[in-house]
């Protein structure tokens, strides 16, 4: 499928999922305006002058990605530890002087909710974010400040909105979070949307190129650890949006092990996307890197452009160039990137029995 | 080549790594032995009495994975978050109430090395374990308490060294971990010996059965979030014995959207293995995530088995499986299981511009 053929691809995508990408950085910036009107209505009496020592963000998908943003983005400034959980299960260490936000888009996710309910006993200070469902309605009910975000988006479309609602919740208890920074990240963003917008030709368009590059091809993705979400988020979108297959590994560790599993794969079937490392130290380490792959015969070697200077700027314009590359990609193998069947077909699945075992609604608050 | 046929076996493993597999329930068990022996020898006046907040396990590639294999075993149990830091920086949060134990097995890791003089000087609550090296000196010249383990060894045959002396600093600060119950995992190991080891015939050996059903194809292992330990070793272990491609992901996050990047995989050339479930919740997802593979067409799905009651007997026993299951991988592609060239040609390259940059050994207190 040509990347050019507008009307056809506008056929591909029936459900608009382009709309979506290209309202990102507005989405964004809408939020955080809303979001302090939204934190003034909260009663969060109960939660001043409390002691934290460490915070945890419950969720998975699309919903957990702005937590692994967070731990990013502040990685070198914060003074406690921050962990994302993507479990049904809360980690034993959390009580009472550990900070939960329990997020999913939809507010239906079993994993969270039940996550949810146990920071609820804990007595943890706890908070959530959701576009309603059920974690708005336990979480009015029990008394939980809860941040609403805007509704009917695909869930991984939703990162622009739940991001700042998150961060805002975590400026106020953790004090290395800068909001002005979000706003600078928004108008990076910005210049990658018009660099790579649905309506600039493919000859300028390097996203679009980028996708034609890769297309048939297994894509891996390689980051620092401290840019480990741009890395997951790419693969993620490359999954949900283009349904292929992709890994990601965080660097230095994948030269002590997977650079030797590199070893049989065939040459052309595979392509290397590398996220730009922070320091001269990681451009070292990538340089080598990139030496042993192309000693072993690969070729399909790729760079995700990185904007900006501050750490969120970078993350936020590399993962919006992904989110453009895994809808492009999506579109020149002419699928539809919104639909996601195997998901939808898991969480029917899982939906009945999850309810039912870990008992969650049969619980008598409810 | 044919799993039975010995002496051209032998012939292929020249360094002997079957020896060092087949000597790591004994590696545990001596190394319990001796820990406790080095350890009063430690002068831990210092330590006394101080607080703890957190744990950060400092390391990379096969010294890296005991903190993983810690850090599942007692997610349950533990009342403070233990991270592993995978990187050459420490975490910011890392301070006076952290404890810090840097693991590096050759004692010359360059990212251990400079996250273990970060801990230095922020008075970190500090140990470190290797078998000599750099990190040996430095820690001696620094009054750093310092455990040596077996010397010898390729550094991801010294997990059965490494992880008890990380569990006995540990056993000092966090009550949760039992270490007679590492003795238990011994003895689980021994059982999958028995059924695995090299002696014994392909037609009664699981892991050479399943060697000679993956070959050639791209293995791809999940397990939960609580045992993802034994997913990334047996990943690593395909990486560098096999040196076969390999990937790993957890549950229930895969569900959320790997599941929807299978749709294009080309269905023969790859195989799955899962890592059983601890609960019924547990055993529902992956039975509703392997449904969904094979109404995909996938018919390579494999189980990895798992012994015992306790959660580190599980967790040892089913990487034990996957260490035999990668040598005679490695054996059928008539590849040398210890020779990792990759890894050192990246070693080579990267050593001098990290000592170079890091500024680590230009530092006057060496």
């Known amino acids: 499928m040509h990347l050019n053929n507008f009307s056809k691809l506008n056929e591909i ?13 507005n989405y964004l910036r809408l939020t955080l305006n809303s979001i302090k009107t939204e934190w003034n209505s909260l009663n969060l009496k109960k939660y001043e002058g409390l002691e934290i020592n460490n915070i945890v963000i419950s969720g998975v998908g699309g919903s957990a990605i702005s937590g692994d943003i967070i731990i990013d983005w502040i990685w070198e400034k914060s003074l406690i530890p921050i962990i994302v959980n ?17 997020v999913s888009y939809s507010g239906d996710t079993f994993e969270t909710l039940t996550q949810f309910y146990e920071a609820y006993k804990r007595k943890c200070i706890l908070f959530s974010v959701s576009s309603g469902g059920k974690l708005k309605e336990i979480s009015e009910k029990l008394n939980i400040p809860f941040l609403k975000v805007k509704e009917g988006l695909p869930p991984r479309a939703a990162l622009p ?22 706003e600078a990240a928004a108008n990076k963003m910005d210049e990658i949307k018009k660099e790579c917008k649905f309506s600039r030709k493919l000859e300028e368009n390097l996203a679009k190129k980028m996708a034609l590059n890769i297309i048939g091809k297994y894509p891996v993705i390689y980051a620092f650890a401290n840019m480990s979400s741009v890395a997951r988020r790419i693969k993620d979108q490359i999954n949900e949006n283009s349904k292929t297959p992709a890994k990601f590994e965080f660097l230095p560790e994948a030269c002590h092990n997977e650079v030797e599993g590199i070893h049989s794969l065939e040459k052309e079937n595979f392509c290397f996307l590398f996220v730009e490392g922070q320091e001269k130290m990681e451009e070292e380490i990538i340089k ?26 970078k993350i936020l314009s590399s993962i919006y160039f992904g989110d453009f590359l895994s809808f492009y990609l999506s579109l020149a193998s002419k ?10 077909k898991y969480k029917k699945r899982i939906s009945e029995e999850a309810y039912k075992l870990t008992n969650f609604f049969t619980h008598s608050i409810l």
């Open 161 to 182: 909105c739940l991001l700042p609602a998150i961060a805002y919740i975590l400026s106020k208890f953790e004090f290395s979070i800068s909001l002005s920074e979000l």
């Open 86 to 102: 993507r479990d049904y299960r809360l980690p034993r260490f959390a009580g009472e002087k550990t900070l939960v936000i329990a």
């Open 288 to 313: 080598a890197f990139k030496e042993v792959l192309r000693e072993n015969g690969f070729i399909n070697i790729y760079d995700v452009p990185v904007k900006g200077e501050k750490k969120i700027e």
């Open 335 to 344: 699928i539809d990137p919104t639909i996601t069947r195997n998901i939808q």
């Open 13 to 25: 995508d029936k459900f608009g999922m382009i709309n979506f990408i290209e309202e990102a950085p």
